[in-house]
């Protein structure tokens, strides 16, 4: 079992569509990325600049309009004290979320990462604390002589009336909710990465699946055994059978089995692939039922067209079980890859015809027709479909149209 | 001497299940080797083989309908690649149902089966028979 420690969305990338809210406006769309992401706090900022301009412009006004004291040693202190104000709320907004994103860049083990985070907020009220004193609100002691008692007295309590204002404040401004979102959408993140992951293992468990499954259907008791059982035979009445029988099965088997492995990671193989495989197969049904006629066509340059594995000749096993073991006398199969345009978008025809018995005769559950469009559906999203039809020559084609991509294409 | 009947439609299992009973029962002669339902249906009609070797899965009818059809008139064995149809196949009044590849052991373990079913049949006609004539001679020294 994997053991999830992160989410897997990356540190500056988009929330997942479900978590991100569609407000318009600077805050709402720093919502759409992580807590404390670059972009995140880009956008956050923005949302800040506004109100920082606005408050700018009311100390301004009221710099001009409060009677400052007159010229001299004070002066000076006293209009210090506006843009002050105006630094320790800038700092206090600024100071710690930059430092919180800088945090998140190391990408450290969630526990690590919320403590520091919350760390470089408190830092953040602690600097923009340490700058209050330089904002005065009265009490400075007058110049020329030591102050008296009252005054140093009554400048403590000032310091202490500054501290117990601002904390709140200060605390306030830093973003406390900030810090309770980042921990709740880090809980959602975390619950979705686990929800994609557990979908991602089912997809793939499905898919192995349906691969075992049809693999299963071809080698199992009816082809695997009816063909030793011939090149049995053949051994003693045409050895020259027996080799070619031998030969085919040998190329189906080596061309067949790797696809079922869990390590053949890729979900597509070349159609070249395939049509060998299916070759190799049609020739040991037929060096089994010489009354059997095959033609597989391809342009050479379809060969390299991307398709999930183990799916035609899923269709072809169909269509000789169904179609040409019923049926008396001479009979064919028909294998062809063509390429139609559907708009602007290439597709691939795969069709496989046969002259059998038809319809009427289908007997099977039709597990494996089943089987195809799911693993369709899953791989294609609706993009690809199957379809069967009644051949007026008699005899049944089944088709498969899939977006058209090489393997170079689906690989990178 | 006892016949039979071989159905399958690739030639090479005819041929193959033909050698092998030759080898297990040589003086059991085969009079037909049909490679569809139909016609070893007809066959076991028209020449009354003592047993009929069938494949479940050939052109036009199956074994097992062959079976049906031919109503018990004959002794059936099947042969096929599928074991999914064993119970149908007993419930048909099968002698046996053999998987293939056909082993040379297994064939014979058949055939075995196969004779001592002929040769229970005779011993009861001849068994029936002596009865018959016991009956007789007994039936006037009572009256």
């Known amino acids: 079992m994997e053991k999830v420690t992160q989410p897997r969305t990356g540190n500056d990338d988009p929330l997942p569509h479900s978590m991100a809210t569609r407000l318009a406006g600077w805050s709402a769309r720093a919502h759409q990325y992580p807590i404390f992401s670059n972009t995140w706090f880009v956008y956050r900022m923005r949302s800040f600049r506004a109100p920082l301009v606005t408050l700018a412009l009311v100390l301004l006004v009221l710099a001009v309009m409060v009677p400052g004291p007159r010229p001299g040693p004070g002066f000076l202190r006293f209009y210090f004290t506006f843009p002050a104000i105006w630094l320790v709320v800038a700092t206090a907004l600024g100071l710690g979320r930059s430092l919180a994103v800088l945090v998140r860049r190391h990408r450290w083990s969630p526990r690590r990462e919320a403590a520091s985070i919350v760390c470089a907020l408190l830092f953040g009220v602690l600097a923009a604390l340490s700058l209050t004193p330089f904002v005065r609100t009265g009490g400075d002691p007058v110049e020329g002589r030591a102050p008296t008692r009252l005054e140093i007295e009554e400048a403590r309590e000032n310091r202490m009336v500054n501290l117990v204002i601002w904390f709140p404040v200060l605390i306030w401004l830093a973003g406390p909710f900030d810090l309770v979102a980042y921990l709740r959408q880090r809980r959602l993140l975390h619950e979705a990465s686990l929800q994609a992951q557990a979908e991602h293992y089912k997809n793939q468990r499905n898919e192995l699946e349906a691969r075992l499954s049809v693999l299963a259907a071809q080698v199992e008791p009816h082809f695997l055994f009816n063909t030793l059982s011939g090149v049995r035979a053949a051994i003693l009445s045409d050895p020259g059978r027996g080799i070619i029988m031998i030969d085919h099965l040998i190329d189906y088997l080596r061309s067949t089995i790797p696809q079922l492995r869990a390590d053949h990671a890729s979900k597509f193989v070349t159609l070249g692939s395939q049509l060998d495989s299916v070759k190799a197969y049609l020739g040991v049904i037929q060096a089994r039922m010489p009354r059997l006629i095959v033609h597989v066509e391809c342009a050479p340059e379809l060969r390299d067209a991307a398709i999930p594995p183990l799916m035609l000749i899923s269709l072809v096993e169909n269509a000789v079980k169904h179609g040409i073991e019923p049926k008396k006398g001479p009979a064919s199969i028909h294998v062809t890859a063509d390429c139609t345009d559907a708009g602007d978008t290439h597709m691939l025809e795969l069709t496989v015809a046969d002259d059998g018995v038809g319809f009427g005769a289908v007997t099977g559950s039709g597990i494996g027709l089943t089987n195809i469009r799911e693993r369709l559906m899953h791989l294609y999203n609706g993009a690809a479909a199957l379809s069967l039809r009644a051949r007026a020559t008699g005899g049944v084609a089944a088709s498969i149209v899939l977006p058209l991509h090489t393997t170079m294409d689906v690989d990178t | ?143």
């Open chain 2, 1 to 143: 001497m006892p016949t039979a009947i071989i159905a399958d439609d690739e030639d090479l299992q005819r041929s193959d299940l033909q050698r092998l009973l030759w080898l297990a029962w040589p003086e059991l002669e085969i009079v037909a080797s049909c490679e569809d339902g139909d016609e070893a249906l007809a066959a076991i009609a028209g020449l009354h083989p003592d047993v009929a070797f069938l494949d479940i899965r050939m052109p036009d009818m199956s074994g097992l309908e062959v079976a049906r059809a031919s109503g018990g008139t004959c002794r059936i064995v099947f042969t096929t690649a599928y074991d999914s149809h064993a119970i149908e196949a007993f419930d048909l009044g099968a002698l046996d149902y053999l998987i293939k590849p056909v082993t040379q052991a297994r064939l014979e373990q058949a055939v075995t089966r196969v004779r001592s079913q002929l040769g229970a049949g005779t011993d009861r006609a001849a068994l029936i028979k002596t009865l018959v004539e016991l009956d007789k001679r007994i039936r006037p020294a009572a009256q």
